[in-house]
């Protein structure tokens, strides 16, 4: 296990007590509520409960971007939707492209080439879809930033209209178009993706033509996959759109993503944010991360279960062969790592390497280093590069701060993408690293373990793990619960996996819990039988049709004496839940 500091934030025993007496719950999960900022049992009780939402006309001025798209409806006007060759991008497009013909328009798509043209809006793309006849340009997961493309379709007789939720350009400059973005147009869940943003524009267009926005609940499977898949924090109204999109998963109708769950080997009734991110959004990801997007876009449409189980063969091979290119990549990443020795960030360079899977790559090189990572495509003089970053780092500044070195560059807070000339990639990462030592705190270095409760063995049961299960789903913003034995001791390790995992035995006052630790190489981090004092989430394993609670080992050291937290006067029992910590998949 890599180095890692343990944090136990405060958490005052009042405010335990208060939410078990009003709310009813386990002192565990109190002690996670009140360490997630959640004391107040209103607030606690509506998180819980999860059924944020907000209404369309929320964002500022969507209005104008809805008579657009009625007007040219009504006109019999062509109507493209210009996507993104991600799993958010894909599914955005789907989702408008499937209300907007529900509607009777005349709507096709297109999904740019990571190969050929690269993310977002180019004007080889502007010119060819206007020759083609399209009257209105609809752009989903991106456009916020091309600023001279629009104004290019604009003269060339289309109306434009930007949806995206990436950042704006460093220097406030935007489209000359209507634009739906939540963090632009004041929406209060300024964290949608694309996905979710083209999900309420799609509302907003049925309501205004007098339909029930009701009948699009059906393409709330796509907005849970894209959210999951796109590592947008799962709060507010992300997490309302995700917990009702998995219950659309498993039981939609839609023939690709029944196919998809297939080979994946997910059971629908089953399916939860850990099957989406491990399972299911890598194979609708893999059609554009090795070839084109339009695989995974064709997969979603189709109403044919034949051809749907087609697709999802060829893109369940497709991800086979993205992941043999990850592991040739993430070798040769590895190292030039190594030899680069100590830095603030990594930018890593590569002749040949596929720019579809570097982004993957980045994500598990910042894994192993706690350092944000860029990796570069070369190809002749230029290359594409993606990067990927710890959260105490803003990647998108760092970019913007060395954009002197760079062609394009755009994305977010923890990823990003760039273009470069070959002879700029050496001055690229002198000043990345040299930005990064100044922003960065040596503590900023060092991963973190959040430590969400304080418990005894006694608690780690079957009832703690379906309780946490309440506060589902888990991904960036809402992790996994991570849970403390203060004093434990592991026995009985035993390899698994072919000697990639370990399971063993876990014993802590007086009580003895199954465990696992993943990715150790079949070893414990510590002796058996030494007292020690771990962390670890609490799931529900299930294997052939028995359920039973698990604990999955997150980080374990030498014992030291760690302050009971109890709620006056209660006992406390059962706490966590589940380890899943969704990376950046595009």
Same mark, same amino acid.
């Not at 989903?140 to 949806?163: P, Q, S």
């Not at 044919?304 to 040769?332: C, G, H, K, M, Y």
């Given at each position: 296990?890599?180095?890692?500091?343990?944090?136990?934030?405060?958490?005052?025993?009042?405010?335990?007590?208060?939410?078990?007496?009003?709310?009813?719950?386990?002192?565990?999960?109190?002690?996670?509520?009140?360490?997630?900022?959640?004391?107040?049992?209103?607030?606690?009780?509506?998180?819980?409960?999860?059924?944020?939402?907000?209404?369309?006309?929320?964002?500022?001025?969507?209005?104008?971007?809805?008579?657009?798209?009625?007007?040219?409806?009504?006109?019999?006007?062509?109507?493209?939707?210009?996507?993104?060759?991600?799993?958010?991008?894909?599914?955005?497009?789907?989702?408008?492209?499937?209300?907007?013909?529900?509607?009777?328009?005349?709507?096709?798509?297109?999904?740019?080439?990571?190969?050929?043209?690269?993310?977002?809006?180019?004007?080889?793309?502007?010119?060819?879809?206007?020759?083609?006849?399209?009257?209105?340009?609809?752009?989903?997961?991106?456009?916020?930033?091309?600023?001279?493309?629009?104004?290019?379709?604009?003269?060339?007789?289309?109306?434009?209209?930007?949806?995206?939720?990436?950042?704006?350009?460093?220097?406030?400059?935007?489209?000359?178009?209507?634009?739906?973005?939540?963090?632009?147009?004041?929406?209060?869940?300024?964290?949608?993706?694309?996905?979710?943003?083209?999900?309420?524009?799609?509302?907003?267009?049925?309501?205004?033509?007098?339909?029930?926005?009701?009948?699009?609940?059906?393409?709330?499977?796509?907005?849970?996959?894209?959210?999951?898949?796109?590592?947008?924090?799962?709060?507010?109204?992300?997490?309302?759109?995700?917990?009702?999109?998995?219950?659309?998963?498993?039981?939609?109708?839609?023939?690709?993503?029944?196919?998809?769950?297939?080979?994946?080997?997910?059971?629908?009734?089953?399916?939860?944010?850990?099957?989406?991110?491990?399972?299911?959004?890598?194979?609708?990801?893999?059609?554009?991360?090795?070839?084109?997007?339009?695989?995974?876009?064709?997969?979603?449409?189709?109403?044919?279960?034949?051809?749907?189980?087609?697709?999802?063969?060829?893109?369940?091979?497709?991800?086979?062969?993205?992941?043999?290119?990850?592991?040739?990549? &993430?070798?040769? #990443?590895?190292?030039?790592?190594? !030899? @680069? +020795?100590?830095?603030? $960030?990594?930018? %890593?360079? /590569?002749?040949?390497?596929?720019?579809?899977?570097?982004?993957?790559?980045?994500?598990?090189?910042?894994?192993?280093?706690?350092?944000?990572?860029?990796?570069?495509?070369?190809?002749?003089?230029?290359?594409?590069?993606?990067?990927?970053?710890?959260?105490?780092?803003?990647?998108?500044?760092?970019?913007?701060?060395?954009?002197?070195?760079?062609?394009?560059?755009?994305?977010?807070?923890?990823?990003?993408?760039?273009?470069?000339?070959?002879?700029?990639?050496?001055?690229?990462?002198?000043?990345?690293?040299?930005?990064?030592?100044?922003?960065?705190?040596?503590?900023?270095?060092?991963?973190?373990? &959040?430590?969400? #409760?304080?418990?005894?063995?006694? !608690? @780690? +049961?079957?009832?703690? $793990?379906?309780? %946490?299960? /309440?506060?589902?789903?888990?991904?960036?913003?809402?992790?996994?619960?991570?849970?403390?034995?203060?004093?434990?001791?592991?026995?009985?390790?035993?390899?698994?996996?072919?000697?990639?995992?370990?399971?063993?035995?876990?014993?802590?006052?007086?009580?003895?819990?199954?465990?696992?630790?993943?990715?150790?190489?079949?070893?414990?981090?510590?002796?058996?039988?030494?007292?020690?004092?771990?962390?670890?989430?609490?799931?529900?394993?299930?294997?052939?049709?028995?359920?039973?609670?698990?604990?999955?080992?997150?980080?374990?050291?030498?014992?030291?004496?760690?302050?009971?937290?109890?709620?006056?006067?209660?006992?406390?029992?059962?706490?966590?839940?589940?380890? @899943?910590?969704?990376?950046?998949?595009?």
């Amino acid at each position: 296990m890599p180095p890692c500091r343990i944090e136990i934030p405060e958490c005052p025993p009042e405010h335990v007590l208060g939410l078990r007496r009003e709310l009813g719950v386990s002192g565990a999960l109190a002690q996670v509520l009140v360490r997630r900022g959640l004391a107040e049992p209103e607030r606690a009780r509506a998180f819980l409960v999860g059924e944020e939402e907000h209404p369309p006309d929320a964002f500022r001025g969507i209005e104008q971007g809805v008579e657009s798209i009625l007007r040219h409806l009504r006109d019999g006007e062509r109507i493209t939707i210009h996507g993104d060759y991600d799993v958010d991008g894909i599914c955005s497009t789907a989702v408008l492209l499937r209300a907007l013909r529900e509607l009777g328009g005349d709507v096709d798509s297109y999904l740019p080439d990571r190969a050929d043209d690269g993310y977002g809006l180019h004007e080889n793309t502007v010119r060819r879809l206007a020759a083609r006849g399209t009257r209105l340009l609809v752009t989903v997961d991106c456009a916020i930033t091309a600023v001279e493309e629009v104004a290019l379709a604009r003269e060339l007789g289309m109306e434009v209209l930007v949806t995206d939720h990436h950042a704006p350009r460093a220097d406030g400059a935007l489209p000359a178009a209507p634009i739906v973005h939540p963090a632009l147009s004041g929406y209060p869940c300024r964290d949608l993706c694309a996905a979710a943003v083209a999900y309420k524009l799609a509302q907003a267009v049925f309501a205004a033509a007098g339909r029930d926005a009701r009948e699009l609940r059906h393409d709330l499977d796509l907005v849970a996959l894209a959210t999951i898949a796109d590592v947008v924090p799962l709060l507010g109204e992300n997490r309302t759109l995700v917990r009702r999109g998995l219950r659309a998963l498993a039981s939609t109708a839609k023939p690709g993503l029944r196919a998809l769950m297939a080979v994946a080997g997910v059971d629908p009734s089953k399916a939860n944010e850990r099957s989406v991110a491990f399972a299911l959004a890598p194979r609708l990801n893999a059609a554009g991360r090795m070839y084109r997007a339009d695989a995974g876009l064709e997969l979603i449409l189709t109403a044919d279960p034949l051809r749907a189980e087609q697709i999802a063969r060829e893109l369940d091979s497709a991800n086979r062969e993205r992941r043999d290119v990850e592991t040739r990549i &993430r070798f040769q #990443a590895e190292a030039q790592m190594s !030899e @680069l +020795g100590e830095r603030a $960030a990594y930018v %890593l360079a /590569g002749e040949g390497w596929h720019p579809g899977v570097i982004g993957i790559v980045a994500s598990r090189m910042v894994e192993r280093s706690a350092r944000p990572v860029v990796m570069i495509a070369l190809d002749g003089d230029t290359g594409r590069g993606s990067g990927r970053s710890v959260e105490a780092f803003d990647l998108l500044a760092g970019l913007t701060a060395c954009s002197g070195h760079l062609l394009h560059y755009g994305g977010h807070r923890v990823a990003a993408g760039l273009e470069i000339e070959r002879a700029q990639v050496a001055g690229f990462a002198a000043a990345l690293a040299a930005h990064a030592e100044k922003t960065l705190r040596a503590e900023d270095l060092v991963a973190v373990e &959040r430590v969400d #409760a304080v418990v005894c063995g006694e !608690e @780690l +049961g079957m009832a703690l $793990a379906e309780e %946490l299960q /309440g506060l589902a789903p888990f991904g960036r913003g809402n992790p996994g619960v991570s849970l403390m034995v203060a004093a434990a001791t592991f026995t009985d390790a035993r390899p698994m996996g072919e000697g990639r995992h370990v399971r063993f035995t876990v014993a802590a006052g007086g009580a003895r819990a199954r465990a696992v630790a993943f990715g150790n190489g079949g070893r414990l981090p510590v002796k058996e039988g030494m007292p020690v004092q771990a962390t670890f989430t609490l799931e529900v394993n299930e294997w052939n049709g028995v359920s039973e609670p698990r604990l999955v080992l997150r980080q374990a050291q030498a014992a030291v004496e760690v302050p009971a937290e109890r709620a006056p006067a209660e006992s406390v029992t059962d706490t966590d839940t589940e380890d @899943l910590v969704l990376f950046a998949l595009q």
